[in-house]
C-alpha cells in the first residue's frame, strides 16, 4: 500500500474531503514549477534518443554507412537533442545532460557501432527523464482488448492484420510501415517508447498523432502492438518460471518497470536461458504484474525492524507506529488473497502482530518484543509460498466468493430488512424509500471508493480500519437503542397506545433521514470490504466461478429477505417487536465487537489479548478492550430489557398482551 498518511485518527470520508481540498492549489504549484517536466518536450526529445537507439543499427554497420538518409536522420535527432536540452529549465542535471548529448553527437560523427551509440542514447534518456520526469507507465494495466480493437480499426489497413507491416495501403506508402513483427527491432523497443509514437506520430512518414486518443486507449494500443513479435509459445514456457521465481517477480513487478525496460534489457536482467521466455510472457500477460507477496512482506520486515530499533532507543510511541504500519501497509494488502487460500494461517499472523502490540504498549522488556517480532516474521516465508501461485482452482474460487459475500452482506441484510419489516408493521411503508435510498447510496459509494482508492487518492489501512470501525460502533449504538425501544413496544398494551399516539407519523420525514443514514452507514461498511476481497481473488484467476459463486451468495441472500419479511408479516405484532428486539440486540453485541477490533487494528486504541477463541461471526476477538465492550453492550442490553418487563408488569401489562 501507498505509505502516505494523514493522522490515523481521521476517517477515510474525512481523508476524501482533504486531500480533494488541496488537489487543485497543489496541481498548480506543481504545474508553475515544473511546467516544462511534463511538456511534450520532454517527450519528443526522449522519443528522439529511443528512436536513435532502435533505428541506427540500419544506419550504420562495422564503421561504414548504410543507408545515407538514415545516417542523416540520426545525426539530425542527436543535434536536436543537444541543442533543445540547452532551452530545458536550469537543473543541476542540465550540463551533465548537455554533455551526454555531445558525447552522443560525437559517436554517431564517428561511425561508432551501434552498441555503443544505442546505449549512450538509452543512458542519456533514462537521465533526461529521472531529471525531468513524466509519466512512464499507465495507471494500471490497460485492457489489451480493447488494443486490439483499436489496432483493427485504426491500424490493420497500414501495419497489416498480424503487425507484418503488409497492409492493404502499405505497398503505397514511402516509407512502408513499420513490421511489427520484427524481432530485433522489437527487443530495442519498449512498450513506452510505442505509447510515444502512438502519441506524437512520426515525422516524415504515414504515422500520424493519435494525442486526442484517450490516453487509457493509447497504452491498450501499445500492449497490444507490443505482443505481435513475441511467440505465445515460449510465452507459456516463461509462465512457469515466473510463478517459481519470487526473486523474478520482484525484479519485474511494476508496471513502470514492465513499461520502460526493452525486451533485451529483460533478457540481459534474467540469469540463464529463461529471459527471451520471459519478455516474452510479460508481453502477452501484462496482467501478470501485481503487487507480490514479496514486495509487500519486505514493507512488513522493514517496519518491524524500525520497530525494534525505536524500541530499544526508548521510543515506544515509534515502536508502536512503525508496528501498525507493518501490518497496515504491509501485511493487511495481503489479507484477501491468504485468507482465500489459508484462513488459519493469516489469522496466526494476525495474532502474532497483535501481540507484538501489546507488548510494546505493555513496555515489556526489549528482548521479549525482539521475541515477538522473530514469532511474525517466522510466519512470512509461509505467507510468501502460499501466495506465490497466482492462480486459484475454481472451487476454491467459488467457495471464496460465496461466503465472502454472504457473510459481509448478511449482517447489513439483517439490519435493512428488519427495518423494513418494522415499517409495514407500523403502517409507516412510504417510508421504506428512504432504506431503499441508503442502501443504494451506500453500493454506489463503496464503488466510488474503491475506484478513488485505487485510480486518484490513497486511502490508507489506518484509514480504511478507521472507517470500519466507527461506522460499526455508530451502527452498534443505533441498534442497542432500537433494541431497547422495540423490546419495550413488545408489551402489547404498550404497542397498542404506540400505534394509537401515531408518534412515528408525526416525525415521519426527520426519521425517514435518519432511517437513511442507519442503511447507508450499516451496507457501506460491508461493501468496500467486500470489494477489496473480490478484487484480490480476481487477480488470483477463476473469474467464471468468482462470478458464480457470488450470483449463489445473491439467491441465498434473497431467500434469507423474502423469509424475514415473510415471516414477520405472519408473526402477531408483539412478538414481532420482541423477535426483532432479540435480533438487534445480537447485532448490536456482535457490531460494538468488530468496531472495538477494526480501531485497534488502526492504532488507535490499545490492544491486550486475552485467552480466549476468536469467533468473527458473533464480533469476538481475543482482546480484553473488545471483550469489555461487548460484555457493557450485553449489560446494557439485558439491564434495559428487564427494566422494560418490570414496568409492563407494574401496569398490568402481562407476556400475553391481555390487560389485567
Known amino acids: 500500500m501507498r505509505s502516505s498518511r494523514i493522522n490515523v485518527r481521521i476517517s477515510a470520508f474525512e481523508r476524501l474531503v482533504v486531500k480533494l481540498r488541496f488537489a487543485l492549489p497543489l496541481a498548480l504549484v506543481l504545474l508553475s514549477s515544473n511546467v516544462l517536466a511534463a511538456s511534450p518536450d520532454v517527450r519528443t526529445l526522449w522519443r528522439m534518443l529511443d528512436y536513435v537507439a532502435v533505428?541506427?543499427?540500419?544506419?550504420?554497420?562495422?564503421?561504414?554507412?548504410?543507408?545515407?538518409?538514415?545516417?542523416?536522420?540520426?545525426?539530425?535527432?542527436?543535434?536536436?537533442?543537444?541543442?533543445?536540452?540547452?532551452?530545458?529549465?536550469?537543473?543541476?542535471?542540465?550540463?551533465?545532460?548537455?554533455?551526454?548529448?555531445?558525447?552522443?553527437?560525437?559517436?554517431?560523427?564517428?561511425?561508432?557501432?551501434?552498441?555503443?551509440?544505442?546505449?549512450?542514447?538509452?543512458?542519456?534518456?533514462?537521465?533526461?527523464?529521472?531529471?525531468?520526469p513524466v509519466p512512464q507507465a499507465p495507471a494500471r494495466v490497460p485492457d489489451v482488448s480493447r488494443g486490439k480493437a483499436l489496432y483493427a480499426e485504426n491500424c490493420a489497413s497500414c501495419h497489416g492484420v498480424t503487425g507484418a507491416g503488409d497492409g492493404p495501403l502499405a505497398a503505397s506508402l514511402t516509407p512502408p510501415p513499420i513490421a511489427f513483427t520484427d524481432k530485433e527491432r522489437?527487443?530495442?523497443?519498449?512498450?513506452?517508447?510505442?505509447?510515444?509514437?502512438?502519441?506524437?506520430?512520426?515525422?516524415?512518414?504515414?504515422?500520424?498523432?493519435?494525442?486526442?486518443?484517450?490516453?487509457?486507449?493509447?497504452?491498450?494500443?501499445?500492449?497490444?502492438?507490443?505482443?505481435?513479435?513475441?511467440?505465445?509459445?515460449?510465452?507459456?514456457?516463461?509462465?512457469?518460471?515466473?510463478?517459481?521465481?519470487?526473486?523474478?517477480r520482484e525484479k519485474f513487478g511494476t508496471l513502470e518497470q514492465l513499461t520502460t525496460l526493452t525486451p533485451a534489457a529483460m533478457v540481459e536482467a534474467v540469469p540463464g536461458?529463461?529471459?527471451?521466455?520471459?519478455?516474452?510472457?510479460?508481453?502477452?500477460?501484462?496482467?501478470?504484474?501485481?503487487?507480490?507477496?514479496?514486495?509487500?512482506?519486505?514493507?512488513?520486515?522493514?517496519?518491524?525492524?524500525?520497530?525494534?530499533?525505536?524500541?530499544?532507543?526508548?521510543?515506544?510511541?515509534?515502536?508502536?507506529?512503525?508496528?501498525?504500519?507493518?501490518?497496515?501497509?504491509?501485511?493487511?494488502?495481503?489479507?484477501?488473497?491468504?485468507?482465500?487460500?489459508?484462513?488459519?494461517?493469516?489469522?496466526?499472523?494476525?495474532?502474532?502482530?497483535?501481540?507484538?502490540?501489546?507488548?510494546?504498549?505493555?513496555?515489556?522488556?526489549?528482548?521479549?518484543?525482539?521475541?515477538?517480532?522473530?514469532?511474525?516474521?517466522?510466519?512470512?516465508?509461509?505467507?510468501?509460498?502460499?501466495?506465490?501461485?497466482?492462480?486459484?482452482?475454481?472451487?476454491?474460487?467459488?467457495?471464496?466468493?460465496?461466503?465472502?459475500?454472504?457473510?459481509?452482506?448478511?449482517?447489513?441484510?439483517?439490519?435493512?430488512?428488519?427495518?423494513?419489516?418494522?415499517?409495514?408493521?407500523?403502517?409507516r411503508g412510504t417510508q421504506v424509500a428512504y432504506v431503499h435510498g441508503g442502501t443504494f447510496a451506500a453500493l454506489a459509494g463503496g464503488v466510488a471508493t474503491w475506484w478513488l482508492a485505487t485510480n486518484v487518492i490513497a486511502i490508507s489501512g489506518a484509514s480504511r480500519e478507521m472507517t470500519e470501525g466507527i461506522a460499526s460502533l455508530f451502527a452498534a449504538a443505533v441498534l442497542v437503542f432500537v433494541g431497547i425501544w422495540m423490546h419495550n413496544k413488545s408489551q402489547a398494551g404498550a404497542w397498542q397506545q404506540y400505534v394509537?399516539?401515531?408518534?412515528?407519523?408525526?416525525?415521519?420525514?426527520?426519521?425517514?433521514?435518519?432511517?437513511?443514514?442507519?442503511?447507508?452507514?450499516?451496507?457501506?461498511?460491508?461493501?468496500?470490504?467486500?470489494?477489496?476481497?473480490?478484487?484480490?481473488?480476481?487477480?488470483?484467476?477463476?473469474?467464471?466461478?468468482?462470478?458464480?459463486?457470488?450470483?449463489?451468495?445473491?439467491?441465498?441472500?434473497?431467500?434469507?429477505?423474502?423469509s424475514m419479511l415473510r415471516l414477520s408479516a405472519r408473526l402477531p405484532i408483539a412478538q414481532f417487536f420482541s423477535f426483532s428486539a432479540i435480533l438487534m440486540a445480537i447485532l448490536a453485541v456482535v457490531l460494538t465487537g468488530k468496531g472495538i477490533a477494526a480501531v485497534q487494528e488502526a492504532g488507535w486504541l490499545p490492544a491486550e489479548l486475552v485467552s480466549l477463541p476468536r469467533i468473527e461471526w458473533i464480533g469476538l476477538y481475543p482482546t480484553l478492550q473488545g471483550v469489555l465492550a461487548q460484555v457493557l453492550c450485553l449489560v446494557v442490553l439485558i439491564t434495559a430489557f428487564v427494566m422494560n418487563r418490570r414496568a409492563a408488569q407494574r401496569a398490568g401489562i402481562p407476556a400475553d398482551g391481555k390487560q389485567s
Do not use: C
Not at 537533442?81 to 558525447?103: D, T
Not at 505509447?195 to 501499445?222: C, H, K
Not at 412515528?504 to 425517514?512: H, W
Not at 447507508?520 to 484480490?536: C, G, S
Open 273 to 427: 536461458d529463461a529471459g527471451p521466455a520471459i519478455a516474452a510472457y510479460l508481453r502477452h500477460n501484462p496482467n501478470a504484474i501485481q503487487p507480490h507477496a514479496s514486495q509487500s512482506l519486505a514493507v512488513v520486515r522493514d517496519n518491524l525492524a524500525q520497530s525494534l530499533d525505536a524500541y530499544r532507543k526508548g521510543d515506544h510511541a515509534q515502536a508502536t507506529r512503525l508496528a501498525v504500519a507493518a501490518y497496515l501497509d504491509g501485511f493487511e494488502p495481503l489479507e484477501p488473497s491468504l485468507k482465500a487460500k489459508d484462513e488459519e494461517l493469516m489469522r496466526s499472523v494476525e495474532v502474532a502482530m497483535l501481540a507484538l502490540r501489546t507488548d510494546i504498549t505493555n513496555k515489556v522488556p526489549a528482548a521479549q518484543v525482539e521475541d515477538r517480532i522473530d514469532a511474525v516474521t517466522a510466519l512470512l516465508p509461509r505467507v510468501e509460498s502460499t501466495l506465490s501461485s497466482t492462480v486459484t482452482d475454481a472451487s476454491s474460487a467459488f467457495l471464496g466468493a460465496f461466503t465472502i459475500l454472504l457473510r459481509e452482506g448478511l449482517e447489513a441484510l439483517l439490519i435493512v430488512v428488519g427495518i423494513i419489516a418494522f415499517l409495514r408493521r407500523t403502517d
Open 55 to 132: 533505428d541506427y543499427r540500419g544506419a550504420v554497420g562495422h564503421g561504414q554507412v548504410l543507408s545515407d538518409s538514415e545516417y542523416a536522420e540520426m545525426k539530425d535527432f542527436a543535434g536536436t537533442v543537444s541543442r533543445e536540452i540547452g532551452s530545458l529549465p536550469p537543473s543541476e542535471a542540465r550540463a551533465v545532460l548537455a554533455r551526454q548529448a555531445q558525447g552522443l553527437v560525437q559517436a554517431i560523427e564517428a561511425r561508432q557501432d551501434p552498441d555503443t551509440v544505442a546505449r549512450l542514447a538509452r543512458d542519456l534518456g533514462g537521465q533526461l527523464l529521472a531529471a525531468y
Open 186 to 248: 522489437a527487443d530495442q523497443r519498449s512498450l513506452f517508447g510505442l505509447f510515444q509514437v502512438i502519441t506524437q506520430g512520426l515525422d516524415g512518414t504515414s504515422m500520424s498523432s493519435f494525442a486526442n486518443t484517450p490516453e487509457e486507449d493509447r497504452w491498450a494500443l501499445a500492449f497490444y502492438v507490443g505482443q505481435f513479435a513475441f511467440d505465445p509459445a515460449l510465452a507459456q514456457t516463461g509462465e512457469k518460471r515466473w510463478q517459481d521465481d519470487a526473486q523474478l
Open 500 to 562: 394509537q399516539a401515531k408518534v412515528l407519523s408525526a416525525a415521519s420525514r426527520s426519521s425517514g433521514w435518519f432511517l437513511f443514514l442507519l442503511a447507508f452507514v450499516v451496507v457501506y461498511r460491508e461493501v468496500f470490504e467486500t470489494i477489496l476481497f473480490y478484487v484480490a481473488m480476481w487477480s488470483q484467476g477463476g473469474g467464471h466461478a468468482i462470478v458464480a459463486g457470488s450470483l449463489f451468495a445473491v439467491v441465498v441472500l434473497a431467500g434469507i429477505a423474502w
